[in-house]
């Protein structure tokens, strides 16, 4: 069945689990990602990102579990799935003689409405390598290529694996550029990475996995302030007594002096807090500076989760 209907997730996992001897890569995971979505598979290595997304694209057959990808089975309908999905390659595929541009001339070929090759080798910083051998380009400049032919052919789905891995902060901005126009044209896009910035700069949707399950998944808005103690810090005279601010605050407040005359407010940090931290400054005559508020990343997150960080 070739379903189309805009009702049908672009991917929908459940239950997926995928063993390794006796090293259990995926766990029972689950996943759905709306049509033109963008959604982060963030975990640390081993997480059994790369084995879920191999699974998506039906180079790996799950041990249990349903998946379906625009509606069909990436095993049993991998030729229909082909055309419409994007996958990321690494080593060039078949053709590491071939040029830059002429492989990508060559994946647009298979496609009826691809993107223009030279739009994509410009946007990509690619135009001065365009006649270069793929086996003589950087390994950043390959993985760039290899995102170019991923996309060329106008898929309704992307998978990118780890797309920024190794690339120098130049290139990483013009990938995420790049994952942006891909949004505003409608296509959805799973993409795994262990970078939190690049999942909340990108992601509409972040699944932050461990050993192969689903610890927490939500937008990284939801994810960095869903029963998060903000926190307010601010630099004043030293020993004051936070005692009159404890009281002036709602129940649940933590106020301290970590270090002399770094004062730090635990809890949520709402327009009245600020503005009752400030009116008790005014009322004890005392001047606050630095003061800043402050909010959980998906790095804080992950390690509250899991006790782990998610670099190596
Ligand atoms: N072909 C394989 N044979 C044996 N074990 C494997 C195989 N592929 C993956 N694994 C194991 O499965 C687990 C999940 O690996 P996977 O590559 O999916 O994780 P990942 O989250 O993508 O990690 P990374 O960020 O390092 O790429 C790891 O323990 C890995 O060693």
């Known amino acids: 069945m070739n379903d189309r209907r805009p009702n049908v997730p672009a991917l929908e996992v459940r239950g997926l689990v995928k063993t390794f001897g006796d090293r259990t890569a995926v766990d029972h995971l689950d996943l759905t990602i709306a049509r033109g979505e963008i959604l982060a598979l963030l975990g640390p290595n ?9 699974i998506c694209e039906g180079f790996t057959a799950p041990d249990a579990g349903t998946v379906r990808v625009l509606g069909l089975d990436p095993v049993t309908d991998n030729d229909a799935l082909r055309r419409r999905i994007g ?28 993107i223009d090759p030279d739009f994509l080798l410009g946007a990509l910083g690619l135009d001065e390598v365009r006649r270069t ?16 032919c991923a996309v060329v052919g ?23 550029e790049l994952i942006d126009r891909l949004r505003a044209d409608g296509v959805t896009v799973l ?6 910035d690049e999942a909340e700069e990108l ?22 302030s869903t029963g998060a103690e903000n926190e307010l810090r601010f630099t004043a005279p030293r020993g004051l007594d936070l005692t009159t601010l404890t009281l002036a605050l709602p129940e649940g407040y ?10 730090l407010v635990i809890g949520s940090i709402t327009p009245q807090v600020l503005a009752t931290v400030t009116a008790w400054c005014a009322r004890i005559n005392v001047l606050a500076t630095d003061l800043r508020v402050e909010t959980r990343s998906l790095e804080d997150v992950f390690l509250e989760l899991t006790g782990r960080a998610l670099r190596p």
């Open 46 to 54: 081993g997480a059994g990102k790369t084995t879920t997304v191999e």
């Open 87 to 114: 996958v990321m390659l690494q080593g060039g595929g078949a053709y590491p003689g071939a040029r830059a541009e002429e492989m990508l001339r060559l994946v647009a070929a298979y496609s009826a409405d691809p």
């Open 133 to 148: 051998p793929y086996r003589r380009l950087s390994g950043g400049q390959q993985q760039r290529l290899a995102l170019a």
């Open 154 to 176: 106008r898929p309704e789905l992307v998978f990118l694996d780890e797309p920024t891995a190794g690339l120098d902060a130049h290139a990483r901005l013009v990938v995420w």
């Open 191 to 196: 993409l795994t990475t262990h970078l939190m």
């Open 203 to 224: 992601a509409d949707q972040v699944v932050i996995i461990d050993h192969g399950r689903v610890v927490a998944c939500g937008t990284p808005a939801d994810l960095t």
């Open 254 to 263: 933590h106020c301290t002096e970590p270090t002399p005359g770094n004062y």
